[in-house]
């Protein structure tokens, strides 16, 4: 959306500077035409899925899994209101998956920064009821990563636990990993969600809507670095 505007505003300033306005339009869809290949765009994303799948020993090593929020599918016709978004749902799928294997008791954290109901309930019920995995505690207070970390952290302290497996998105781990390290939890990444590759290497150069949405994501990341 923001290139779109710039590339707009400089169809306006045609008008007044030619060259400049043509050279503003020019370079907005240029770059929005790289953004839009998936072999640029998943190379972007891939640079920040640092941490490596969790393996058997590491799971051993943990006292409680923490499930991190990725959104809300609001007001959601077919469940009757609001529900977890696609990535949540990767996320606690990812979770759920741990936590039978393990046995360990799971953490979801998730508020509302809007309104509506918060994430960490809809976490919570769903993992129950379509997953057969309870919840031993429900954070719910959190609005950004930040306070997932701190307000999750008061909970697991509450409750003797030090060493976590922390699941998300592995893009969204090397921001998460040392906001909860801050708080002094000992923390094993439990990446899911990896950039992979499609089977035809010349689709890698195809322009999609699904390369736009990654590069979103990865600049949704580095800003969240910067500002948290």
Request: aromatic residues 8%; charged residues 15%.
């Given at each position: 959306?923001?290139?779109?505007?710039?590339?707009?505003?400089?169809?306006?300033?045609?008008?007044?500077?030619?060259?400049?306005?043509?050279?503003?339009?020019?370079?907005?869809?240029?770059?929005?035409?790289l953004m839009s290949i998936p072999a640029v765009s998943d190379?972007?994303?891939?640079?920040?899925?640092?941490?490596?799948?969790?393996?058997?020993?590491?799971?051993?090593?943990?006292?409680?899994?923490?499930?991190?929020?990725?959104?809300?599918?609001?007001?959601?016709?077919?469940?009757?209101?609001?529900?977890?978004?696609?990535?949540?749902?990767?996320?606690?799928?990812?979770?759920?998956?741990?936590a039978r294997r393990s046995g360990l008791p799971v953490l979801?954290?998730?508020?509302?920064?809007?309104?509506?109901?918060?994430?960490?309930?809809?976490?919570?019920?769903?993992?129950?009821?379509?997953?057969?995995?309870?919840?031993?505690?429900?954070?719910?207070?959190?609005?950004?990563?930040?306070?997932?970390?701190?307000?999750?952290?008061?909970?697991?302290?509450?409750?003797?636990?030090?060493?976590?497996?922390?699941?998300?998105?592995?893009?969204?781990?090397?921001?998460?990993?040392?906001l909860f390290q801050a708080q002094g939890l000992t923390v094993?990444?439990?990446?899911?969600?990896?950039?992979?590759?499609?089977?035809?290497?010349?689709?890698?150069?195809?322009?999609?809507?699904?390369?736009?949405?990654?590069?979103?994501?990865?600049?949704?990341?580095?800003?969240?670095?910067?500002?948290?």
């Amino acid at each position: 959306m923001g290139l779109l505007l710039v590339a707009a505003f400089g169809l306006l300033l045609m008008r007044r500077h030619p060259r400049g306005g043509r050279m503003l339009t020019a370079g907005a869809v240029v770059v929005l035409m790289l953004m839009s290949i998936p072999a640029v765009s998943d190379t972007a994303l891939r640079s920040l899925e640092i941490y490596p799948a969790v393996t058997a020993g590491q799971l051993r090593q943990a006292d409680a899994i923490v499930i991190l929020g990725g959104g809300r599918y609001f007001a959601a016709p077919e469940y009757g209101g609001d529900t977890v978004s696609a990535e949540t749902l990767v996320r606690c799928r990812y979770g759920a998956w741990l936590a039978r294997r393990s046995g360990l008791p799971v953490l979801v954290s998730g508020g509302s920064v809007l309104a509506g109901r918060p994430e960490a309930p809809s976490m919570a019920a769903l993992l129950k009821a379509e997953f057969g995995v309870p919840v031993r505690w429900v954070e719910d207070g959190s609005r950004d990563t930040r306070e997932n970390a701190s307000k999750s952290a008061l909970m697991l302290k509450a409750a003797g636990v030090k060493r976590i497996l922390l699941v998300s998105h592995a893009s969204h781990l090397p921001r998460a990993v040392p906001l909860f390290q801050a708080q002094g939890l000992t923390v094993i990444p439990a990446p899911t969600g990896f950039t992979t590759e499609p089977v035809s290497q010349w689709q890698r150069w195809l322009p999609s809507v699904a390369a736009l949405r990654n590069m979103t994501i990865f600049c949704h990341e580095w800003l969240g670095r910067l500002f948290a």
